[in-house]
C-alpha cells in the first residue's frame, strides 16, 4: 500500500504526494527541523559586533566592507543560483562597485580642490 502525504490545504483538498515509509507528511508539508541562524546567539553576537563596527567606522572602511561582503556570497551565488537568480546579483554587484569608484574619485577631487584652494591662500597671505 502506497501512503499519500496528510495534508490538507486550504481548499479543503488533500496533498496526494508519496510520503517516505513511516512518515506522515511529504518532504514539503514535513517541517524542517534545521534552526534558523537568527536562534544562534552567537550568530546574533557577531552580527551585532559588526553592526556597531561599520556605525562607527568611516565611510572607506564601509565601502570596503561592502565590496567585500559581495565578493564573499559571490561563489554560494555562483554555485546555487539559476541564470534568472544570479542575473540581480550580477546588477547589483556592479552597480556598487561603480557607486563606489565614483564616490572615491570624487572625494579625491574635492581634497585636491580643498589643497589647491588652501595653496592659493597661502601664497595670497605672503
Known sequence: M??????FYETG???HRITKRGEALCPGHRPNPRR??????AFMRE???????????????LFCALQD?????????ERKASRAGYLPFA???????IAVERIIRSRERRNAAAA???????????
Open 13 to 15: 483538498r488533500k496533498c
Open 116 to 126: 589647491n584652494a588652501a595653496q592659493q591662500q597661502a601664497r595670497g597671505s605672503r
Open 36 to 41: 534558523s541562524l537568527h536562534d544562534e546567539p
Open 69 to 77: 561582503a559581495l565578493a564573499a556570497i559571490l561563489p554560494a551565488i
Open 91 to 97: 546588477r547589483a554587484s556592479v552597480v556598487v562597485c
Open 47 to 61: 552580527v551585532a559586533v559588526l553592526a556597531e563596527h561599520l556605525r562607527t567606522a568611516g565611510d572607506d572602511d
Open 2 to 7: 502506497v501512503h499519500e502525504c496528510e495534508h
